[in-house]
T-cell receptor, first 113, second 113 residues
Framework: GDSVTQMEGPVTLSEEAFLTINCTYT??????LFWYVQYPGEGLQLLLK?????DKGSNKGFEATYRKETTSFHLEKGSVQVSDSAVYFC????????????FGSGTRLQVQP | NAGVTQTPKFQVLKTGQSMTLQCAQD?????MSWYRQDPGMGLRLIHY???????DQGEVPNGYNVSRSTTEDFPLRLLSAAPSQTSVYFC????????????FGSGTRLTVV
Protein backbone atom coordinates (compact mmCIF):
# COMPACT_ATOMS: atom_id res chain seq x y z
CA GLY A 1 0.00 0.00 0.00
CA ASP A 2 0.87 3.67 -0.06
CA SER A 3 3.27 5.03 2.53
CA VAL A 4 5.14 8.24 3.41
CA THR A 5 8.44 8.50 5.27
CA GLN A 6 9.62 11.73 6.89
CA MET A 7 12.82 12.61 8.64
CA GLU A 8 12.75 12.26 12.41
CA GLY A 9 12.50 15.37 14.51
CA PRO A 10 12.68 17.58 16.32
CA VAL A 11 14.58 19.89 14.02
CA THR A 12 15.99 22.88 15.90
CA LEU A 13 17.20 25.90 13.94
CA SER A 14 18.14 29.47 14.61
CA GLU A 15 16.09 32.25 13.06
CA GLU A 16 17.04 32.96 9.41
CA ALA A 17 18.57 29.49 8.94
CA PHE A 18 17.82 27.32 5.90
CA LEU A 19 15.28 24.56 6.39
CA THR A 20 14.98 21.18 4.70
CA ILE A 21 12.58 18.47 5.84
CA ASN A 22 12.93 15.28 3.84
CA CYS A 23 9.92 13.32 2.60
CA THR A 24 9.87 10.20 0.44
CA TYR A 25 6.90 8.14 -0.62
CA THR A 26 5.86 4.75 -1.93
CA UNK A 27 2.82 4.60 -4.18
CA UNK A 28 1.72 3.13 -7.47
CA UNK A 29 0.92 5.45 -10.30
CA UNK A 30 1.01 9.20 -9.89
CA UNK A 31 -0.13 10.38 -6.46
CA UNK A 32 -0.75 13.99 -5.50
CA LEU A 33 1.60 15.24 -2.77
CA PHE A 34 0.99 17.67 0.07
CA TRP A 35 2.62 19.39 3.00
CA TYR A 36 0.43 20.24 5.98
CA VAL A 37 1.37 22.33 9.02
CA GLN A 38 0.01 22.01 12.54
CA TYR A 39 0.53 24.84 15.03
CA PRO A 40 0.26 24.02 18.74
CA GLY A 41 -3.28 23.16 19.80
CA GLU A 42 -4.69 23.52 16.30
CA GLY A 43 -5.82 21.38 13.39
CA LEU A 44 -3.90 20.83 10.17
CA GLN A 45 -3.61 23.49 7.51
CA LEU A 46 -2.64 22.86 3.92
CA LEU A 47 0.74 24.49 3.29
CA LEU A 48 1.40 23.53 -0.34
CA LYS A 49 0.72 20.85 -2.90
CA UNK A 50 1.88 19.35 -6.20
CA UNK A 51 -0.23 17.13 -8.40
CA UNK A 52 2.20 15.89 -11.06
CA UNK A 53 5.88 15.17 -11.57
CA UNK A 54 8.22 18.22 -11.61
CA ASP A 55 5.51 20.50 -10.20
CA LYS A 56 6.76 22.92 -7.55
CA GLY A 57 4.36 23.86 -4.77
CA SER A 58 5.03 27.07 -2.87
CA ASN A 59 3.43 29.15 -0.13
CA LYS A 60 4.63 31.57 2.59
CA GLY A 61 8.26 31.14 1.49
CA PHE A 62 8.09 27.33 1.65
CA GLU A 63 8.73 25.24 -1.46
CA ALA A 64 8.67 21.57 -2.44
CA THR A 65 9.24 19.90 -5.80
CA TYR A 66 7.58 16.64 -6.86
CA ARG A 67 10.44 14.35 -7.91
CA LYS A 68 9.10 11.19 -9.51
CA GLU A 69 12.55 9.72 -10.17
CA THR A 70 13.51 9.83 -6.48
CA THR A 71 9.93 9.55 -5.13
CA SER A 72 10.56 12.60 -2.98
CA PHE A 73 8.85 15.84 -1.98
CA HIS A 74 11.28 17.64 0.32
CA LEU A 75 10.13 20.82 2.06
CA GLU A 76 12.48 23.83 1.98
CA LYS A 77 12.53 27.40 3.23
CA GLY A 78 15.38 29.82 2.77
CA SER A 79 15.05 31.75 6.04
CA VAL A 80 12.92 30.44 8.89
CA GLN A 81 11.21 32.57 11.52
CA VAL A 82 10.19 31.84 15.09
CA SER A 83 6.59 31.83 13.88
CA ASP A 84 7.37 28.80 11.66
CA SER A 85 7.71 26.60 14.76
CA ALA A 86 5.16 23.84 14.24
CA VAL A 87 4.77 20.21 13.21
CA TYR A 88 5.00 19.55 9.46
CA PHE A 89 3.34 16.55 7.81
CA CYS A 90 4.01 15.18 4.36
CA UNK A 91 1.02 13.38 2.80
CA UNK A 92 -0.10 11.78 -0.43
CA UNK A 93 -3.39 11.05 -2.17
CA UNK A 94 -2.98 8.05 -4.42
CA UNK A 95 -4.57 7.65 -7.82
CA UNK A 96 -5.60 4.10 -6.89
CA UNK A 97 -6.78 2.43 -3.68
CA UNK A 98 -8.02 4.35 -0.66
CA UNK A 99 -9.69 7.68 -1.40
CA UNK A 100 -8.05 9.46 1.54
CA UNK A 101 -4.72 11.00 2.53
CA UNK A 102 -1.80 8.89 3.74
CA PHE A 103 0.44 10.79 6.18
CA GLY A 104 4.02 10.63 7.32
CA SER A 105 4.75 10.67 11.05
CA GLY A 106 5.37 14.42 11.15
CA THR A 107 8.48 16.52 11.88
CA ARG A 108 8.53 19.03 14.69
CA LEU A 109 10.39 22.25 13.86
CA GLN A 110 11.61 24.54 16.63
CA VAL A 111 13.04 27.91 15.60
CA GLN A 112 15.02 29.80 18.21
CA PRO A 113 15.46 33.60 18.17
CA ASN B 1 -18.05 29.98 5.78
CA ALA B 2 -17.68 27.51 8.67
CA GLY B 3 -15.60 24.85 6.87
CA VAL B 4 -15.35 21.60 8.87
CA THR B 5 -16.92 21.68 12.33
CA GLN B 6 -16.16 19.04 14.95
CA THR B 7 -17.95 18.64 18.25
CA PRO B 8 -17.21 18.27 21.07
CA LYS B 9 -13.71 19.74 21.41
CA PHE B 10 -12.97 17.77 24.57
CA GLN B 11 -14.50 14.62 26.03
CA VAL B 12 -13.74 12.27 28.90
CA LEU B 13 -15.32 8.81 28.80
CA LYS B 14 -15.27 5.85 31.10
CA THR B 15 -14.18 2.49 29.74
CA GLY B 16 -17.12 0.75 28.10
CA GLN B 17 -19.14 3.87 27.39
CA SER B 18 -20.20 4.73 23.86
CA MET B 19 -20.32 8.12 22.18
CA THR B 20 -20.49 9.85 18.81
CA LEU B 21 -18.03 12.42 17.56
CA GLN B 22 -19.76 14.82 15.21
CA CYS B 23 -18.35 16.20 11.98
CA ALA B 24 -20.13 18.56 9.62
CA GLN B 25 -18.95 20.46 6.54
CA ASP B 26 -20.70 23.19 4.57
CA UNK B 27 -18.59 23.09 1.39
CA UNK B 28 -20.56 20.37 -0.43
CA UNK B 29 -17.51 18.11 -0.38
CA UNK B 30 -17.97 14.48 -1.42
CA UNK B 31 -14.87 13.07 0.27
CA MET B 32 -14.67 12.89 4.06
CA SER B 33 -12.29 11.11 6.41
CA TRP B 34 -11.64 10.45 10.08
CA TYR B 35 -8.11 10.28 11.52
CA ARG B 36 -6.65 9.76 14.92
CA GLN B 37 -3.42 11.46 15.98
CA ASP B 38 -1.15 9.84 18.54
CA PRO B 39 2.30 11.09 19.61
CA GLY B 40 5.04 10.02 17.20
CA MET B 41 2.62 8.21 14.88
CA GLY B 42 1.32 10.93 12.64
CA LEU B 43 -2.31 10.67 11.55
CA ARG B 44 -3.82 7.26 10.98
CA LEU B 45 -6.94 6.78 8.88
CA ILE B 46 -9.94 5.26 10.67
CA HIS B 47 -12.74 5.42 8.08
CA TYR B 48 -13.48 7.39 4.97
CA UNK B 49 -16.35 8.16 2.62
CA UNK B 50 -16.56 9.19 -1.05
CA UNK B 51 -20.19 10.28 -0.90
CA UNK B 52 -23.52 9.86 0.86
CA UNK B 53 -24.21 6.19 1.53
CA UNK B 54 -20.63 5.07 0.78
CA UNK B 55 -18.06 4.37 3.49
CA ASP B 56 -14.94 2.24 3.76
CA GLN B 57 -12.38 1.21 6.34
CA GLY B 58 -8.97 2.77 6.81
CA GLU B 59 -5.89 1.52 8.67
CA VAL B 60 -7.35 1.37 12.18
CA PRO B 61 -11.14 0.80 11.97
CA ASN B 62 -11.61 -1.58 14.91
CA GLY B 63 -13.85 -0.19 17.64
CA TYR B 64 -15.30 2.55 15.42
CA ASN B 65 -18.35 2.82 13.18
CA VAL B 66 -19.35 5.47 10.67
CA SER B 67 -22.30 6.28 8.45
CA ARG B 68 -22.88 8.93 5.80
CA SER B 69 -26.55 9.63 5.36
CA THR B 70 -26.02 13.17 4.02
CA THR B 71 -23.22 14.93 2.15
CA GLU B 72 -22.72 17.32 5.07
CA ASP B 73 -22.38 14.96 8.05
CA PHE B 74 -19.97 12.14 8.84
CA PRO B 75 -20.27 11.05 12.51
CA LEU B 76 -17.80 8.66 14.14
CA ARG B 77 -19.17 6.26 16.75
CA LEU B 78 -17.14 4.64 19.48
CA LEU B 79 -18.97 1.46 20.35
CA SER B 80 -17.37 0.59 23.70
CA ALA B 81 -14.59 2.98 24.64
CA ALA B 82 -11.19 1.61 25.66
CA PRO B 83 -8.12 3.46 27.06
CA SER B 84 -6.33 2.66 23.78
CA GLN B 85 -8.79 5.02 22.07
CA THR B 86 -7.44 8.00 24.00
CA SER B 87 -6.31 10.26 21.19
CA VAL B 88 -7.01 13.42 19.22
CA TYR B 89 -9.51 12.84 16.42
CA PHE B 90 -9.62 14.88 13.24
CA CYS B 91 -12.27 14.99 10.56
CA UNK B 92 -11.41 16.24 7.07
CA UNK B 93 -13.22 16.88 3.80
CA UNK B 94 -12.31 17.46 0.16
CA UNK B 95 -14.02 18.06 -3.16
CA UNK B 96 -11.76 15.67 -5.05
CA UNK B 97 -8.87 14.56 -2.84
CA UNK B 98 -6.14 14.94 -5.39
CA UNK B 99 -6.36 18.45 -6.80
CA UNK B 100 -7.21 20.54 -3.75
CA UNK B 101 -6.20 18.58 -0.68
CA UNK B 102 -8.36 18.32 2.41
CA UNK B 103 -9.76 20.84 4.87
CA PHE B 104 -9.45 19.74 8.49
CA GLY B 105 -11.57 20.38 11.53
CA SER B 106 -10.01 21.62 14.75
CA GLY B 107 -10.14 18.21 16.41
CA THR B 108 -11.68 16.40 19.37
CA ARG B 109 -9.43 15.47 22.28
CA LEU B 110 -10.79 12.25 23.77
CA THR B 111 -9.63 10.70 27.03
CA VAL B 112 -10.86 7.26 28.10
CA VAL B 113 -10.34 6.44 31.77
Amino acid sequence: GDSVTQMEGPVTLSEEAFLTINCTYTATGYPSLFWYVQYPGEGLQLLLKATKADDKGSNKGFEATYRKETTSFHLEKGSVQVSDSAVYFCALFGDTGRRALTFGSGTRLQVQP
Amino acid sequence: NAGVTQTPKFQVLKTGQSMTLQCAQDMNHEYMSWYRQDPGMGLRLIHYSVGAGITDQGEVPNGYNVSRSTTEDFPLRLLSAAPSQTSVYFCASSSSGSAYGYTFGSGTRLTVV
